[in-house]
């Protein structure tokens, strides 16, 4: 589902038109999804997006879309979904790295099903797990972290989304010494670059999509890394909301095995345009060259999948490109 969604949206990069990318998008989501043998049910997706001026755009209602409840799938075991179709929506649109598509799957009742809202997060790799707390001060954490990995905090990297709401932990952060990844988008394609050991990038910290932040936690649950949240509602009704999804507290700590619980995770991720961790969509003649990451936590494996796709008849007859 993650190749294909790569190979008919990254034709858009650049394009400036986020909406056709996203109907492209999820057009190959629900096709794709439709041919897999599990009784899939959608139980957090990002309905809301930012346009190309940062503003919250409502998700809209003249094509089909991919919806929270959505049963997907050909049949077969029933197991709860995280999609993400496009991740990095404005990246992908304005020629950007760090686009993805991703997918991540568990046992029916596995993961948290959380309204797509604001979500506080605190992510880490296995080499700084047990030493984070996301009630504790940045500066706090920082120090933990850089001493959990052996290093000092000016040699340890945090990544924050550029938002306004992000101010003064920017500067805390600053203030540590350590250097930041100031990023315009996305909080999910550096969380698969947090855990892998040697990455470029430590720590997420910050306040992004609760919906990005369940996919999140299923890379940490098979990666071996650790994350912790916390709802950020900015609105009484979002209080309400979640109460009806059964949260009692609102502001409760949340731990990873809250957020999906780690006994049976699949996560999936294409490269829509270059990244850190992962290649964009590579076109040649009649053809595309695409770069995946599949991974589970049984069997405990991290797949790279380097694919060439004919997409036309005489790609595969001409030879293809390496």
């Keep these: 589902m993650t190749e294909r969604v790569a190979l008919k949206v990254a034709r858009l990069e650049g394009s400036g038109d986020s909406e056709r990318a996203y109907k492209?998008?999820?057009?190959?989501?629900?096709?794709?999804?439709?041919?897999?043998p599990v009784?899939?049910?959608?139980?957090?997706?990002?309905?809301?997006?930012?346009?190309?001026?940062?503003?919250?755009?409502?998700?809209?209602?003249?094509?089909?879309?991919?919806?929270?409840?959505?049963?997907?799938?050909?049949?077969?075991?029933?197991?709860?979904l995280a999609v993400e179709p496009v991740e990095g929506l404005q990246l992908l649109v304005k020629g950007q790295e760090g686009?993805?598509?991703?997918?991540a799957a568990a046992p029916r009742g596995?993961?948290?099903?959380?309204?797509?809202?604001?979500?506080?997060?605190?992510?880490?790799?296995?080499?700084a797990k047990g030493s984070i707390d996301i009630d504790a001060p940045v500066a706090e954490n920082v120090e933990n972290i850089a001493g959990a990995l052996g290093?000092?905090?000016?040699?340890?990297?945090?990544?924050?989304?550029?938002?306004?709401?992000?101010?003064?932990?920017?500067?805390?952060?600053?203030?540590?010494?350590?250097?930041?990844?100031i990023r315009p988008e996305g909080d999910l394609t550096p969380a698969i670059a947090v855990g892998m050991r040697g990455g470029d990038v430590h720590a997420i910290v910050g306040i992004?999509?609760?919906?990005?932040?369940?996919?999140?936690?299923?890379?940490?649950?098979?990666?071996?890394?650790?994350?912790?949240?916390?709802?950020?509602?900015?609105?009484?009704?979002?209080?309400?909301?979640?109460?009806?999804?059964?949260?009692?507290?609102?502001?409760?700590?949340?731990?990873?095995?809250?957020?999906?619980?780690?006994?049976?995770?699949?996560?999936?991720?294409?490269?829509?345009?270059?990244?850190?961790?992962?290649?964009?969509v590579r076109y040649f003649r009649g053809g595309a060259r695409t770069h995946t990451v599949v991974m589970s936590t049984e069997p405990r494996v991290v797949r790279f999948m380097d694919t060439i796709h004919a997409l036309e008849?005489?790609?595969?007859?001409?030879g293809f490109q390496l």
């Design 24 to 36: 492209l998008a999820t057009e190959a989501c629900l096709q794709e999804l439709g041919k897999v």
């Design 39 to 80: 009784a899939g049910r959608v139980t957090v997706l990002r309905e809301q997006r930012l346009d190309e001026r940062g503003r919250v755009s409502p998700p809209r209602s003249h094509h089909r879309m991919v919806a929270t409840g959505d049963a997907l799938g050909h049949g077969g075991p029933e197991a709860d």
């Design 99 to 103: 686009s993805i598509s991703a997918v």
């Design 110 to 127: 596995s993961m948290l099903r959380t309204p797509d809202m604001y979500m506080s997060k605190l992510i880490v790799g296995p080499g």
């Design 151 to 181: 290093r000092r905090p000016s040699e340890i990297t945090v990544a924050v989304l550029d938002r306004d709401r992000h101010g003064d932990l920017i500067e805390e952060i600053r203030r540590t010494g350590a250097r930041i990844q």
């Design 208 to 280: 992004g999509g609760a919906p990005e932040g369940i996919l999140a936690a299923a890379v940490m649950q098979c990666l071996g890394g650790e994350m912790q949240a916390r709802m950020w509602p900015t609105q009484r009704a979002q209080v309400e909301q979640l109460e009806e999804y059964g949260f009692g507290d609102p502001e409760r700590k949340l731990l990873l095995d809250d957020l999906i619980r780690g006994t049976d995770v699949v996560f999936a991720a294409t490269g829509i345009t270059a990244g850190e961790s992962l290649e964009g």
């Design 313 to 318: 008849p005489e790609a595969g007859r001409r």
